[in-house]
């Protein structure tokens, strides 16, 4: 059993790859994942190589529970590459963690992979023919399956024409024995960068932030395209495949994925949220939203839900007037549980995640900051947690646009059916969810906020998807079901 606390989009992937001669690079991985543990909390692993051997080790669980002293001591050399996971394509189990490892005739290949292949069931169906068998139910390793199948005199030609057939969105790490790849896909859906370690070598990771925790230097984001390679041979860069422009970067990084310390694309993510809140707080002002056109007139404090709205509400509170506090207090050691809750305790779901300061709210009119709202089974609860704790007024500002459409590039948003937003109104929304007032962020305002015009993926909320795709599509496609 699964219980989700919250209703945000789930978290994609991190990966981590590192070159490091004379460094313990197993130990090297483990923080730079630990720094990456928001991008998935299902699973967790890391392979490492030595130049003639491989190892790995990887289990269900956080970071933290899966690495022990004694699974650490046998992952040993100088390259390494890691993955936590949040699933995306195939359910969360043991056999669908990452990095995937095999041995091919050119050697021990492991790779784990950060996005969602769209054609994956046509890839897996054609080596299935080929008499390829599965042993996991992941885009990864039909990725994995290609690769070592694939001719060329190197494994630079093997993932060049690999990438040739994969379409989708990959940033993805590759270890053989003596070398590190990193590749990303030609639209650059999801982040990747690489940086300069201090005592020589390289590091390679989803988020600038894992990259800093190691001490790099002279970070920058790996190209749409792009394969680097990490080596003895130094650090080699091939344009594998044309960027496509424009690219189709996930704007959700920024409202809400990324950590706040991220910078990609050039842009820190902890600017672009609270110029998300700031750009809200406008649009309401000037009437663009709901016809409020005055913001003190409908709220007398702003609070966000924590932690990702944080930066947006302090933008909201500075450009509106309305004064910032605290609202509500979360347990961060509440997450996902497999322990079943009583029907009881399940209908008091999100008490077990948030509490509320009842002197910061009590007799008062609220605004709610918030980055989404997905599926809409905890913003209602939300605001009945802020009613009970006496809250005159709840009113509901969002920093987003209205999330009608799934994501197929690596984000589980669920299906279209279940997406609150997918053929409602926003007064529609706002009677379910029992606010006072409903405001969603312009997908202008929210591109003001990014400082960009184009560039992003705006699917979700536009329903025009950079790759055309299958919309009956889910994430378990490859399961089968036994009775």
């Not at 322990?339 to 399940?346: A, F, Q």
Request: charge should be neutral; proline fraction near 5%; aromatic fraction near 8%.
């Amino acid at each position: 059993m699964t219980l989700y606390l919250d209703d945000h989009p789930k978290e994609e992937c991190g990966v981590m790859g590192i070159f490091a001669p004379n460094e313990d690079v197993a130990r090297m991985a483990f923080f730079g994942l630990f720094a990456l543990q928001h991008r998935g909390q299902e699973a967790a692993g890391i392979a490492v190589a030595d130049g003639q051997t491989m190892s790995m080790h990887k289990g269900v669980g956080l970071v933290s529970h899966v690495f022990t002293p004694n699974a650490m001591m046998d992952l040993k050399g100088h390259y390494a590459i890691g993955h936590t996971r949040y699933s995306t394509t195939g359910s969360s189990s043991l056999r669908n963690a990452q990095p995937f490892m095999i041995e091919t005739i050119n050697g021990p290949l492991a790779l784990a992979h950060n996005g969602n292949l769209i054609n994956s069931a046509e890839l897996r169906n054609e080596l299935m023919q080929q008499g390829v068998g599965f042993s996991s139910s992941s885009d990864t390793e039909v990725m994995t399956m290609m690769l070592a199948r694939n001719g060329g005199a190197t494994w630079e030609e093997r993932i060049k024409t690999a990438m040739k057939k994969w379409v989708g969105a990959y940033s993805l790490v590759i270890l053989t024995r003596d070398c590190v790849y990193a590749a990303r896909d030609p639209w650059g859906f999801r982040p990747l960068c690489i940086g300069l370690l201090p005592g020589g070598g390289h590091a390679v990771a989803s988020e600038t932030g894992a990259l800093q925790t190691l001490g790099c230097e002279a970070i920058r984001d790996v190209k749409p395209g792009e394969v680097v390679s990490l080596s003895n041979n130094a650090l080699k860069v091939m344009q594998a495949l044309p960027e496509v422009k424009p690219s189709a970067m996930c704007v959700f990084e920024y409202i809400y994925f990324a950590r706040p310390d991220q910078t990609w694309d050039g842009i820190n993510v902890h600017h672009v949220r609270q110029r998300l809140g700031e750009e809200l707080a406008r649009e309401i002002i000037n009437g663009h939203a709901n016809g409020q056109t005055d913001s003190n007139g409908f709220a007398e404090v702003v609070i966000p839900v924590p932690d990702s709205s944080v930066p947006a509400a302090i933008g909201f509170s500075h450009v509106s007037g309305i004064p910032y506090n605290d609202g509500f207090i979360k347990n961060r050691y509440v997450g996902r549980t497999f322990i079943e809750p009583t029907d009881s305790l399940r209908k008091r779901g999100v008490a077990l995640k948030f509490n509320v300061i009842n002197e910061n709210v009590r007799d008062r009119r609220v605004v709610v900051i918030d980055d989404s709202i997905v599926r809409g089974n905890t913003t209602g609860p939300l605001i009945k947690l802020l009613r009970n704790a006496g809250a005159k007024e709840v009113h509901m500002a969002i920093t987003c646009p209205p999330i009608a459409h799934p994501c197929f590039m690596g984000v589980d948003m669920g299906t279209q059916d279940s997406l609150i937003a997918h053929q409602r109104t926003v007064d529609e929304i706002r009677q379910m969810v029992n606010a006072d007032s409903l405001t969603y962020l312009s997908l202008e305002g929210m591109m003001r906020a990014v400082g960009r015009t184009d560039g992003y993926c705006q699917a979700c909320f536009t329903g025009q998807y950079p790759i055309p795709v299958d919309l009956t599509s889910v994430k378990t496609g490859f399961e089968r079901v036994t009775k």
